[in-house]
């Protein structure tokens, strides 16, 4: 079945630092892609997303690049900040209607200053 | 606009007891869903629907149950509360044309089942 396989946290930097966040998919046909972030203590919010092969989504300094021959979606920030600590989640539909919107388990970013 | 709402924030049961989790939004989404989060697991889907009196399954439907009778409200009811369904639930919607991918979520409800 689908699935979304995200590298393991946590993921510890230190403020200005550059971020990746490896993002893998199985999935059959062409399904679009997203990134969730979620602050301590709060639900989801979506962050960015791509819906066809070699899209880039990008919001508040994070980019991610939609890559069919490698299926992954990986997240990028060139100078993170304190405030994107955060747990950030990737997933995809698969091009179906009325489909599940299927998680990754999470990578846990933590920023120092 | 207040957005997805959920209540309540916690709730203690005791293994055998039922409750009602309450969701409503006022955007007036036609796509709702339920999913629960667990420690390692990311978030997996209970129950969803396309629009008032049209719910369907998910990955984890079992001890769960929903109705949708208006386009604003989705209760998540659990019918026996087991200690196995101690987790954090969030409830999301979105219209359906952006459905199921960019969702809204809900603050989410802390429930732990002694």
Known sequence: GDSVTQME????????????????????GYPSLFWYVQYPGEGLQLLLKATKADDKGSNKGFEATYRKETTSFHLEKGSVQVSDSAVYFCALTPNQAGTALIFGKGTTLSVSS | NAGVTQTPKFQVLKTGQSMTLQCAQDMNHEYMSWYRQDPGMGLRLIHYSVGAGITDQGEVPNGYNVSRSTTEDFPLRLLSAAPSQTSVYFCASSYMDSAPGAQYFGPGTRLTVL
């Open chain 1, 9 to 28: 946290g946590p993921v510890t930097l230190s403020e200005e630092a550059c971020l990746t966040i490896n993002c893998t998919y199985t999935a059959t």
